[in-house]
Protein backbone atom coordinates (compact mmCIF):
# COMPACT_ATOMS: atom_id res chain seq x y z
CA UNK A 1 0.00 0.00 0.00
CA UNK A 2 0.76 3.53 -0.56
CA UNK A 3 1.73 5.90 1.98
CA UNK A 4 -0.29 9.85 1.50
CA UNK A 5 3.55 11.43 0.72
CA UNK A 6 3.71 9.36 -2.52
CA UNK A 7 0.05 10.46 -3.89
CA UNK A 8 1.34 13.72 -4.33
CA UNK A 9 0.28 15.56 -1.41
CA UNK A 10 2.41 18.42 0.18
CA UNK A 11 4.56 18.15 3.76
CA UNK A 12 2.14 20.20 5.75
CA UNK A 13 -1.03 17.71 5.11
CA UNK A 14 0.69 14.88 5.13
CA UNK A 15 1.95 16.09 8.65
CA UNK A 16 -2.00 17.11 9.66
CA UNK A 17 -3.29 13.79 8.74
CA UNK A 18 -0.47 11.84 10.90
CA UNK A 19 -1.65 14.22 13.63
CA UNK A 20 -5.06 12.55 13.06
CA UNK A 21 -4.06 9.28 13.47
CA UNK A 22 -4.50 8.58 9.12
CA UNK A 23 -1.69 6.24 8.59
CA UNK A 24 -2.16 4.71 5.20
CA UNK A 25 -5.04 5.63 2.58
CA UNK A 26 -8.25 4.25 2.34
CA UNK A 27 -8.71 2.40 -1.54
CA UNK A 28 -11.07 5.64 -2.42
CA UNK A 29 -8.51 7.85 -1.44
CA UNK A 30 -5.51 5.87 -3.07
CA UNK A 31 -7.34 5.58 -6.50
CA UNK A 32 -8.94 9.09 -6.36
CA UNK A 33 -6.54 11.15 -4.64
CA UNK A 34 -3.93 11.47 -7.66
CA UNK A 35 -6.84 11.63 -10.29
CA UNK A 36 -7.97 14.62 -8.72
CA UNK A 37 -4.75 15.91 -8.58
CA UNK A 38 -4.38 15.42 -11.96
CA UNK A 39 -7.37 17.85 -12.62
CA UNK A 40 -9.84 14.83 -13.64
CA UNK A 41 -13.92 14.89 -13.46
CA UNK A 42 -14.20 11.84 -11.23
CA UNK A 43 -17.14 9.43 -10.18
CA UNK A 44 -16.19 7.73 -6.82
CA UNK A 45 -18.11 4.89 -6.03
CA UNK A 46 -18.26 4.01 -2.70
CA UNK A 47 -20.11 3.24 0.42
CA UNK A 48 -20.75 5.43 3.63
CA UNK A 49 -17.11 5.21 5.93
CA UNK A 50 -14.92 4.34 3.29
CA UNK A 51 -12.99 7.61 3.63
CA UNK A 52 -14.44 9.83 0.66
CA UNK A 53 -14.09 13.39 2.39
CA UNK A 54 -10.07 13.21 1.85
CA UNK A 55 -10.48 11.52 -1.01
CA UNK A 56 -12.07 14.45 -2.30
CA UNK A 57 -10.83 17.38 0.30
CA UNK A 58 -6.72 16.69 0.30
CA UNK A 59 -6.50 16.81 -3.38
CA UNK A 60 -8.65 19.43 -3.27
CA UNK A 61 -6.89 21.43 -0.47
CA UNK A 62 -3.43 20.78 -2.38
CA UNK A 63 -4.51 22.12 -5.38
CA UNK A 64 -6.03 25.65 -3.72
CA UNK A 65 -2.59 25.84 -1.76
CA UNK A 66 -0.66 25.67 -4.82
CA UNK A 67 -2.64 27.91 -6.69
CA UNK A 68 -2.54 30.22 -4.07
CA UNK A 69 -5.62 32.40 -5.24
CA UNK A 70 -7.49 34.15 -2.77
CA UNK A 71 -10.97 33.89 -2.09
CA UNK A 72 -12.95 37.05 -3.29
CA UNK A 73 -15.66 38.64 -0.91
CA UNK A 74 -19.28 36.97 -1.12
CA UNK A 75 -17.85 34.34 -3.20
CA UNK A 76 -15.82 30.51 -2.87
CA UNK A 77 -13.40 28.73 -5.11
CA UNK A 78 -14.27 24.92 -4.28
CA UNK A 79 -18.28 24.30 -3.35
CA UNK A 80 -18.83 21.01 -1.56
CA UNK A 81 -22.95 20.07 -1.34
CA UNK A 82 -24.22 17.69 0.31
CA UNK A 83 -27.52 16.11 1.59
CA UNK A 84 -27.97 17.25 5.19
CA UNK A 85 -27.12 19.17 7.34
CA UNK A 86 -25.70 16.58 9.64
CA UNK A 87 -23.50 15.46 6.55
CA UNK A 88 -22.18 18.75 5.98
CA UNK A 89 -21.36 19.57 9.64
CA UNK A 90 -19.25 16.37 9.16
CA UNK A 91 -17.64 17.37 5.80
CA UNK A 92 -16.75 20.47 7.08
CA UNK A 93 -14.98 19.18 10.90
CA UNK A 94 -13.14 17.23 8.90
CA UNK A 95 -11.43 19.67 6.16
CA UNK A 96 -11.44 22.04 9.20
CA UNK A 97 -8.98 19.21 10.84
CA UNK A 98 -6.92 18.89 7.04
CA UNK A 99 -6.66 22.68 7.11
CA UNK A 100 -5.26 23.67 10.31
CA UNK A 101 -1.65 24.43 9.21
CA UNK A 102 -2.90 26.49 6.43
CA UNK A 103 -4.76 30.02 5.95
CA UNK A 104 -7.89 28.51 3.74
CA UNK A 105 -11.04 29.09 5.12
CA UNK A 106 -13.52 26.91 5.41
CA UNK A 107 -17.09 27.54 5.95
CA UNK A 108 -21.02 25.84 6.45
CA UNK A 109 -24.54 26.58 6.19
CA UNK A 110 -27.01 24.31 6.02
CA UNK A 111 -30.90 25.02 6.54
CA UNK A 112 -32.36 25.27 10.26
CA UNK A 113 -29.58 27.57 11.02
CA UNK A 114 -29.59 31.72 11.22
CA UNK A 115 -29.06 32.69 7.46
CA UNK A 116 -28.66 35.88 8.81
CA UNK A 117 -24.85 34.80 10.44
CA UNK A 118 -24.03 32.43 7.71
CA UNK A 119 -24.51 35.70 5.39
CA UNK A 120 -21.82 37.46 7.44
CA UNK A 121 -19.31 34.55 7.35
CA UNK A 122 -19.55 34.62 4.14
CA UNK A 123 -19.25 38.07 3.46
CA UNK A 124 -15.05 37.97 3.42
CA UNK A 125 -14.73 35.52 0.82
CA UNK A 126 -14.66 31.25 1.03
CA UNK A 127 -12.07 29.18 0.08
CA UNK A 128 -14.04 25.68 0.73
CA UNK A 129 -17.90 26.14 1.19
CA UNK A 130 -20.17 22.91 2.13
CA UNK A 131 -23.81 23.42 2.02
CA UNK A 132 -26.72 21.83 1.78
CA UNK A 133 -28.45 23.06 -1.88
CA UNK A 134 -31.49 24.60 -0.37
CA UNK A 135 -30.52 26.74 1.74
CA UNK A 136 -26.97 27.79 -0.71
CA UNK A 137 -29.93 28.92 -2.59
CA UNK A 138 -31.72 30.94 -0.31
CA UNK A 139 -28.26 32.76 0.33
CA UNK A 140 -27.38 33.21 -3.31
CA UNK A 141 -30.90 34.65 -3.92
CA UNK A 142 -30.27 37.12 -1.39
CA UNK A 143 -26.89 38.07 -2.90
CA UNK A 144 -25.07 36.40 0.21
CA UNK A 145 -22.84 34.59 -2.82
CA UNK A 146 -21.59 33.79 -6.19
CA UNK A 147 -20.87 30.60 -7.54
CA UNK A 148 -18.73 32.42 -10.77
CA UNK A 149 -15.37 31.91 -9.12
CA UNK A 150 -16.01 27.94 -8.37
CA UNK A 151 -12.97 25.86 -9.88
CA UNK A 152 -14.02 22.91 -8.05
CA UNK A 153 -17.55 21.20 -7.20
CA UNK A 154 -18.25 18.19 -5.33
CA UNK A 155 -21.58 16.65 -5.17
CA UNK A 156 -21.07 13.79 -1.86
CA UNK A 157 -23.89 11.21 -1.41
CA UNK A 158 -25.20 12.22 -4.55
CA UNK A 159 -28.19 9.37 -4.55
CA UNK A 160 -28.95 10.29 -1.47
CA UNK A 161 -29.54 13.70 -2.77
CA UNK A 162 -31.64 12.75 -5.53
CA UNK A 163 -33.54 10.63 -2.47
CA UNK A 164 -34.04 13.76 -1.28
CA UNK A 165 -35.75 15.22 -3.95
CA UNK A 166 -32.84 17.95 -4.54
CA UNK A 167 -32.80 17.17 -8.24
CA UNK A 168 -33.98 20.94 -9.62
CA UNK A 169 -32.36 22.71 -6.81
CA UNK A 170 -28.88 20.84 -8.48
CA UNK A 171 -29.79 21.86 -11.49
CA UNK A 172 -30.13 25.38 -10.50
CA UNK A 173 -26.87 25.30 -9.18
CA UNK A 174 -25.02 23.52 -12.19
CA UNK A 175 -26.25 26.74 -13.99
CA UNK A 176 -24.50 29.22 -11.47
CA UNK A 177 -21.14 27.62 -11.78
CA UNK A 178 -18.16 28.45 -14.40
CA UNK A 179 -18.63 25.46 -16.89
CA UNK A 180 -15.07 25.24 -16.80
CA UNK A 181 -14.28 23.83 -13.43
CA UNK A 182 -13.47 20.50 -12.17
CA UNK A 183 -16.40 18.04 -10.95
CA UNK A 184 -16.25 15.33 -8.14
CA UNK A 185 -19.37 13.06 -7.93
CA UNK A 186 -19.61 10.68 -4.98
CA UNK A 187 -22.26 7.94 -4.38
CA UNK A 188 -22.92 5.24 -2.74
CA UNK A 189 -25.15 3.33 -5.79
CA UNK A 190 -25.06 4.09 -9.36
CA UNK A 191 -28.75 4.33 -10.48
CA UNK A 192 -29.69 5.68 -13.66
CA UNK A 193 -30.55 9.04 -12.14
CA UNK A 194 -27.47 9.60 -11.16
CA UNK A 195 -25.73 8.31 -14.38
CA UNK A 196 -27.62 10.98 -15.65
CA UNK A 197 -26.74 13.34 -13.48
CA UNK A 198 -23.54 12.51 -13.99
CA UNK A 199 -23.47 13.04 -17.69
CA UNK A 200 -25.14 16.30 -17.57
CA UNK A 201 -22.91 17.65 -15.03
CA UNK A 202 -19.52 15.57 -15.34
CA UNK A 203 -16.58 15.97 -18.29
CA UNK A 204 -15.67 13.39 -19.17
CA UNK A 205 -15.03 11.72 -15.94
CA UNK A 206 -12.92 8.70 -14.67
CA UNK A 207 -14.68 6.18 -12.94
CA UNK A 208 -13.62 4.67 -9.65
CA UNK A 209 -14.81 1.98 -7.47
CA UNK A 210 -14.27 0.71 -4.12
CA UNK A 211 -15.30 -2.95 -4.86
CA UNK A 212 -17.72 -4.65 -2.25
CA UNK A 213 -16.23 -7.34 -1.13
CA UNK A 214 -17.33 -10.62 -3.11
CA UNK A 215 -17.21 -8.50 -6.21
CA UNK A 216 -13.58 -9.32 -7.13
CA UNK A 217 -14.08 -12.68 -9.59
CA UNK A 218 -15.58 -9.68 -11.65
CA UNK A 219 -11.46 -8.48 -12.15
CA UNK A 220 -10.44 -11.90 -13.11
CA UNK A 221 -9.93 -12.74 -16.47
CA UNK A 222 -10.74 -16.81 -16.85
CA UNK A 223 -9.39 -18.73 -20.15
CA UNK A 224 -9.18 -22.36 -20.93
CA UNK A 225 -7.21 -24.41 -22.78
CA UNK A 226 -8.11 -27.49 -23.82
CA UNK A 227 -4.91 -29.84 -23.71
CA UNK A 228 -4.43 -33.73 -25.01
CA UNK A 229 -3.51 -35.18 -21.60
CA UNK A 230 -1.25 -34.50 -18.15
CA UNK A 231 1.77 -34.24 -20.24
CA UNK A 232 0.36 -31.23 -22.20
CA UNK A 233 -0.86 -29.36 -18.94
CA UNK A 234 2.93 -29.85 -17.50
CA UNK A 235 4.26 -28.03 -20.80
CA UNK A 236 1.62 -25.65 -20.92
CA UNK A 237 1.93 -24.72 -16.84
CA UNK A 238 5.74 -24.65 -17.75
CA UNK A 239 5.31 -22.21 -20.28
CA UNK A 240 3.20 -20.07 -18.88
CA UNK A 241 4.89 -19.79 -15.31
CA UNK A 242 7.99 -19.00 -17.30
CA UNK A 243 6.88 -16.36 -19.39
CA UNK A 244 5.42 -14.54 -16.21
CA UNK A 245 8.28 -14.45 -14.26
CA UNK A 246 7.09 -11.68 -11.48
CA UNK A 247 4.11 -13.24 -11.18
CA UNK A 248 2.67 -15.72 -8.35
CA UNK A 249 1.39 -18.55 -9.39
CA UNK A 250 -0.86 -20.73 -7.53
CA UNK A 251 -1.85 -24.25 -9.28
CA UNK A 252 -4.24 -26.56 -8.13
CA UNK A 253 -4.86 -30.42 -8.47
CA UNK A 254 -7.28 -32.40 -7.22
CA UNK A 255 -5.01 -34.88 -5.45
CA UNK A 256 -2.45 -34.94 -2.97
CA UNK A 257 -0.41 -37.31 -4.83
CA UNK A 258 -0.72 -35.14 -7.93
CA UNK A 259 -0.13 -32.11 -6.07
CA UNK A 260 3.07 -33.84 -4.69
CA UNK A 261 4.26 -35.03 -8.22
CA UNK A 262 3.89 -31.99 -10.15
CA UNK A 263 5.44 -30.22 -7.36
CA UNK A 264 8.61 -32.75 -7.26
CA UNK A 265 8.58 -32.37 -11.05
CA UNK A 266 8.95 -28.59 -10.95
CA UNK A 267 11.60 -28.49 -8.55
CA UNK A 268 13.50 -30.81 -10.62
CA UNK A 269 13.80 -28.68 -13.37
CA UNK A 270 14.37 -25.43 -11.37
CA UNK A 271 11.22 -23.82 -10.48
CA UNK A 272 11.05 -21.79 -7.34
CA UNK A 273 7.99 -24.02 -6.09
CA UNK A 274 6.30 -25.36 -2.46
CA UNK A 275 3.53 -27.47 -1.88
CA UNK A 276 0.38 -27.69 0.29
CA UNK A 277 -1.94 -30.41 0.73
CA UNK A 278 -3.06 -32.96 3.59
CA UNK A 279 -0.18 -34.92 3.30
CA UNK A 280 2.21 -32.21 4.89
CA UNK A 281 2.70 -31.31 8.16
CA UNK A 282 0.64 -27.51 9.71
CA UNK A 283 4.49 -26.37 10.30
CA UNK A 284 5.14 -27.71 6.51
CA UNK A 285 2.39 -26.24 5.04
CA UNK A 286 3.11 -23.01 7.55
CA UNK A 287 6.54 -22.47 5.93
CA UNK A 288 5.49 -22.95 2.39
CA UNK A 289 2.72 -20.36 2.58
CA UNK A 290 5.37 -18.15 4.44
CA UNK A 291 7.93 -18.20 1.45
CA UNK A 292 4.91 -17.60 -1.11
CA UNK A 293 3.38 -14.86 0.82
CA UNK A 294 7.21 -13.19 1.06
CA UNK A 295 7.43 -14.16 -2.09
CA UNK A 296 10.87 -16.38 -2.01
CA UNK A 297 8.69 -19.00 -3.39
CA UNK A 298 7.00 -18.35 -6.97
CA UNK A 299 4.44 -21.01 -7.70
CA UNK A 300 2.60 -23.02 -4.90
CA UNK A 301 0.83 -26.38 -6.03
CA UNK A 302 -1.85 -27.23 -3.82
CA UNK A 303 -4.88 -29.11 -3.09
CA UNK A 304 -8.53 -27.26 -2.85
CA UNK A 305 -8.78 -28.42 0.85
CA UNK A 306 -5.20 -27.06 1.64
CA UNK A 307 -6.15 -23.95 -0.07
CA UNK A 308 -9.40 -22.89 1.36
CA UNK A 309 -9.23 -19.38 2.85
CA UNK A 310 -5.50 -18.76 2.49
CA UNK A 311 -4.95 -15.40 1.73
CA UNK A 312 -2.28 -13.77 -0.49
CA UNK A 313 -2.70 -10.33 -1.70
CA UNK A 314 0.16 -10.89 -4.28
CA UNK A 315 -1.18 -13.94 -6.04
CA UNK A 316 -1.41 -13.07 -9.89
CA UNK A 317 -2.36 -16.13 -11.65
CA UNK A 318 -4.48 -18.98 -10.50
CA UNK A 319 -3.98 -22.71 -12.25
CA UNK A 320 -6.85 -25.31 -12.66
CA UNK A 321 -4.21 -28.12 -13.30
CA UNK A 322 -7.15 -30.53 -12.85
CA UNK A 323 -10.62 -29.19 -13.14
CA UNK A 324 -12.22 -29.54 -9.43
CA UNK A 325 -14.70 -32.62 -8.92
CA UNK A 326 -17.36 -29.93 -7.03
CA UNK A 327 -17.60 -26.30 -9.17
CA UNK A 328 -17.56 -24.36 -6.49
CA UNK A 329 -14.05 -25.16 -5.65
CA UNK A 330 -13.46 -23.18 -9.13
CA UNK A 331 -14.63 -20.24 -7.75
CA UNK A 332 -13.10 -20.50 -4.51
CA UNK A 333 -9.89 -21.54 -6.02
CA UNK A 334 -10.00 -18.47 -8.84
CA UNK A 335 -10.55 -16.05 -5.58
CA UNK A 336 -7.52 -16.59 -4.39
CA UNK A 337 -6.10 -14.00 -6.95
CA UNK A 338 -7.55 -9.90 -7.84
CA UNK A 339 -7.50 -10.13 -3.89
CA UNK A 340 -7.59 -6.37 -2.44
CA UNK A 341 -8.93 -4.40 -5.47
CA UNK A 342 -5.73 -5.68 -7.74
CA UNK A 343 -6.29 -7.78 -11.35
CA UNK A 344 -5.86 -11.51 -12.03
CA UNK A 345 -6.03 -14.04 -14.65
CA UNK A 346 -7.15 -17.60 -14.00
CA UNK A 347 -5.93 -20.54 -16.43
CA UNK A 348 -7.77 -23.93 -16.53
CA UNK A 349 -6.19 -26.73 -18.39
CA UNK A 350 -9.32 -28.99 -19.76
CA UNK A 351 -8.32 -32.48 -20.64
CA UNK A 352 -10.39 -34.82 -22.87
CA UNK A 353 -12.41 -36.43 -20.10
CA UNK A 354 -12.69 -33.12 -17.97
CA UNK A 355 -14.86 -31.07 -20.61
CA UNK A 356 -18.22 -31.78 -18.35
CA UNK A 357 -16.88 -30.68 -15.63
CA UNK A 358 -15.84 -27.55 -17.17
CA UNK A 359 -19.38 -27.78 -18.45
CA UNK A 360 -20.94 -27.81 -14.63
CA UNK A 361 -18.75 -24.85 -13.67
CA UNK A 362 -19.45 -22.61 -16.74
CA UNK A 363 -23.28 -23.29 -15.46
CA UNK A 364 -22.64 -22.49 -11.88
CA UNK A 365 -21.10 -19.13 -13.01
CA UNK A 366 -23.24 -17.98 -15.83
CA UNK A 367 -20.61 -17.49 -17.70
CA UNK A 368 -18.57 -19.46 -20.60
CA UNK A 369 -14.92 -19.33 -20.24
CA UNK A 370 -12.59 -17.84 -23.08
CA UNK A 371 -11.14 -20.55 -25.21
CA UNK A 372 -7.36 -19.53 -25.16
CA UNK A 373 -5.69 -22.44 -27.07
CA UNK A 374 -7.33 -26.12 -28.19
CA UNK A 375 -9.93 -27.51 -29.31
CA UNK A 376 -13.34 -29.11 -26.98
CA UNK A 377 -12.97 -32.56 -27.37
CA UNK A 378 -15.78 -33.42 -30.42
CA UNK A 379 -18.56 -35.11 -28.58
CA UNK A 380 -18.70 -31.46 -26.73
CA UNK A 381 -18.63 -29.22 -29.94
CA UNK A 382 -20.51 -26.43 -29.88
CA UNK A 383 -19.68 -24.28 -27.34
CA UNK A 384 -20.92 -20.67 -28.12
CA UNK A 385 -18.18 -18.59 -28.46
CA UNK A 386 -19.30 -16.12 -25.44
CA UNK A 387 -16.45 -14.66 -23.93
CA UNK A 388 -15.94 -14.83 -19.91
CA UNK A 389 -14.11 -11.01 -19.90
CA UNK A 390 -13.61 -8.30 -17.19
CA UNK A 391 -16.38 -7.16 -15.79
CA UNK A 392 -15.75 -3.83 -14.87
CA UNK A 393 -17.75 -0.64 -14.92
CA UNK A 394 -18.91 -0.25 -18.46
CA UNK A 395 -19.62 -4.35 -18.48
CA UNK A 396 -18.47 -7.29 -20.04
CA UNK A 397 -19.51 -10.19 -22.03
CA UNK A 398 -20.84 -11.96 -18.68
CA UNK A 399 -23.11 -9.18 -17.75
CA UNK A 400 -26.34 -8.17 -19.29
CA UNK A 401 -27.46 -9.70 -22.60
CA UNK A 402 -28.88 -13.31 -22.93
CA UNK A 403 -26.87 -13.77 -19.91
CA UNK A 404 -28.74 -11.63 -17.47
CA UNK A 405 -31.08 -13.79 -16.29
CA UNK A 406 -27.93 -16.12 -15.47
CA UNK A 407 -26.04 -13.25 -13.81
CA UNK A 408 -27.95 -13.11 -10.74
CA UNK A 409 -26.53 -16.97 -10.12
CA UNK A 410 -23.23 -16.18 -11.42
CA UNK A 411 -23.01 -13.49 -8.78
CA UNK A 412 -24.59 -15.05 -5.62
CA UNK A 413 -21.81 -18.16 -6.56
CA UNK A 414 -19.25 -16.14 -5.89
CA UNK A 415 -20.49 -14.56 -2.70
CA UNK A 416 -18.93 -17.15 -0.63
CA UNK A 417 -15.63 -15.02 -1.38
CA UNK A 418 -16.44 -12.56 0.85
CA UNK A 419 -15.36 -14.10 3.73
CA UNK A 420 -11.55 -13.53 2.72
CA UNK A 421 -12.14 -10.43 1.84
CA UNK A 422 -13.08 -8.68 4.64
CA UNK A 423 -9.51 -9.45 6.06
CA UNK A 424 -10.65 -10.66 9.90
CA UNK A 425 -11.62 -14.38 9.23
CA UNK A 426 -9.95 -15.89 6.13
CA UNK A 427 -11.61 -19.50 6.27
CA UNK A 428 -14.36 -19.84 3.56
CA UNK A 429 -17.46 -19.42 4.25
CA UNK A 430 -20.00 -22.72 3.45
CA UNK A 431 -22.92 -22.72 1.31
CA UNK A 432 -25.14 -21.79 4.14
CA UNK A 433 -23.05 -18.82 4.98
CA UNK A 434 -21.59 -19.91 8.40
CA UNK A 435 -18.07 -20.55 9.17
CA UNK A 436 -16.68 -23.88 9.15
CA UNK A 437 -15.48 -24.54 12.53
CA UNK A 438 -11.81 -24.74 12.77
CA UNK A 439 -10.45 -27.95 12.47
CA UNK A 440 -12.98 -29.73 10.28
CA UNK A 441 -12.33 -31.36 7.16
CA UNK A 442 -13.55 -29.14 4.69
CA UNK A 443 -14.33 -30.09 1.19
CA UNK A 444 -16.31 -33.19 2.92
CA UNK A 445 -19.77 -31.31 0.91
CA UNK A 446 -21.29 -33.90 -1.88
CA UNK A 447 -21.65 -31.83 -4.85
CA UNK A 448 -25.36 -31.83 -4.77
CA UNK A 449 -25.29 -30.23 -1.49
CA UNK A 450 -25.19 -26.37 -1.35
CA UNK A 451 -25.04 -25.35 -4.75
CA UNK A 452 -29.01 -25.51 -4.78
CA UNK A 453 -28.45 -22.83 -1.88
CA UNK A 454 -25.52 -21.00 -3.67
CA UNK A 455 -27.72 -20.30 -6.19
CA UNK A 456 -30.68 -19.80 -5.10
CA UNK A 457 -29.60 -17.42 -2.76
CA UNK A 458 -30.49 -13.43 -3.40
CA UNK A 459 -27.82 -11.73 -4.76
CA UNK A 460 -26.76 -10.01 -1.98
CA UNK A 461 -27.77 -9.04 1.29
CA UNK A 462 -26.98 -5.31 1.48
CA UNK A 463 -25.22 -5.01 -1.97
CA UNK A 464 -28.34 -6.76 -4.07
CA UNK A 465 -30.38 -4.06 -4.77
CA UNK A 466 -27.69 -1.12 -4.68
CA UNK A 467 -25.96 -2.56 -7.81
CA UNK A 468 -26.15 -1.12 -10.62
CA UNK A 469 -27.48 -3.45 -13.57
CA UNK A 470 -26.15 -0.86 -15.69
P1 LIG B 1 -17.35 8.48 4.04
O1 LIG B 1 -17.53 9.90 3.60
O2 LIG B 1 -16.90 7.57 2.94
O3 LIG B 1 -18.53 7.93 4.75
P2 LIG B 1 -15.50 9.62 5.91
O4 LIG B 1 -14.69 10.44 5.00
O5 LIG B 1 -16.52 10.30 6.72
O6 LIG B 1 -16.17 8.42 5.11
O7 LIG B 1 -14.51 8.79 6.84
C1 LIG B 1 -15.00 7.86 7.76
C2 LIG B 1 -14.09 7.83 8.99
O8 LIG B 1 -12.84 7.29 8.66
C3 LIG B 1 -13.83 9.21 9.57
O9 LIG B 1 -13.84 9.10 10.96
C4 LIG B 1 -12.43 9.55 9.09
O10 LIG B 1 -11.79 10.41 9.97
C5 LIG B 1 -11.79 8.19 9.04
N1 LIG B 1 -10.73 8.08 8.02
C6 LIG B 1 -10.84 8.46 6.73
N2 LIG B 1 -9.71 8.17 6.07
C7 LIG B 1 -8.87 7.59 6.93
C8 LIG B 1 -7.53 7.09 6.85
N3 LIG B 1 -6.86 7.11 5.71
N4 LIG B 1 -6.97 6.58 7.96
C9 LIG B 1 -7.66 6.53 9.11
N5 LIG B 1 -8.91 7.02 9.27
C10 LIG B 1 -9.52 7.53 8.20
MG1 LIG C 1 -19.00 11.25 3.55
Given at each position: ????????????I?????????????????????????G????????????????F??????M??????????R????L??????????????????????????????????????????????????VA????????I?????????????????????????????????????????????F?????????????????????????????????????????T?????????????????????L?F???????E???????H????????????????????????????????????????????????????????????????????????????????????????????????????????????????????????????????AN???????????????????????????????????????????????????????????????????R????
Amino acid sequence: MTNFDELGLAKTIVASLTQLGYEKPTPIQEKAIPLVLEGRDLIGLAQTGTGKTAAFGLPIIEMLMNNGARAEGRSTRVLILAPTRELVNQIGESLRSFVRKTPLKINQVVGGASIGKQQLQLERGTDILVATPGRLLDLIARNALTLKHVTHLVLDEADQMLDLGFIHDLRKISKMVPPKRQTLLFSATMPKAIADLAASFLNNPVKVEVSPPGKAADKIEQYVHYVTGQNHKTEMLKTSITANPDGQALVFLRTKHGAEKLMKHLEHIGFSVASIHGNKSQGQRERALKAFRDGSIKVLVATDVAARGIDVPGVTHVYNYDLPEVPDAYIHRIGRTARAGRDGIAIAYCGPDEAGLLRDIERLMGIVIEVASGEPPADRGGRPARPARRGGPGGGANRGGQGAPRQGQARSAQRPREDGEGGFDNRPARKDGRKPASGRPQGARRPDQGRGASSGRPAGGQRGPRRSEG
